[in-house]
């Protein structure tokens, strides 16, 4: 059980991440006022992405080991 939550937090962090760091700013941008995110709550996703990773390898060591 531990090991698919951990597995499934760690997918939909990367996930995250990977949405976050691609729309947070544009590539091309060639002013500041283009250079917008395209999703405006991307900076979010990227930290919220970090902390979802963070809290798999936290509920992996406090989660009781019932698979064996």
Same mark, same amino acid.
């Given at each position: 059980?531990?090991?698919?939550?951990?597995?499934?937090?760690?997918?939909?962090?990367?996930?995250?991440?990977? !949405?976050?760091?691609?729309? &947070? +700013?544009?590539?091309?941008?060639?002013?500041?006022? $283009?250079? =917008?995110?395209?999703?405006?709550?991307?900076?979010?996703?990227?930290?919220?992405? !970090?902390?979802?990773?963070? &809290? +798999?390898?936290?509920?992996?060591?406090?989660?009781? $080991?019932? =698979?064996?």
């Amino acid at each position: 059980m531990r090991k698919t939550i951990t597995v499934g937090l760690v997918v939909v962090g990367f996930a995250l991440m990977l !949405i976050g760091f691609l729309t &947070a +700013a544009p590539w091309g941008s060639s002013t500041v006022a $283009d250079s =917008d995110p395209v999703i405006v709550g991307a900076p979010f996703l990227f930290i919220l992405g !970090i902390v979802s990773v963070v &809290a +798999a390898a936290v509920l992996y060591e406090l989660l009781p $080991d019932r =698979d064996r």
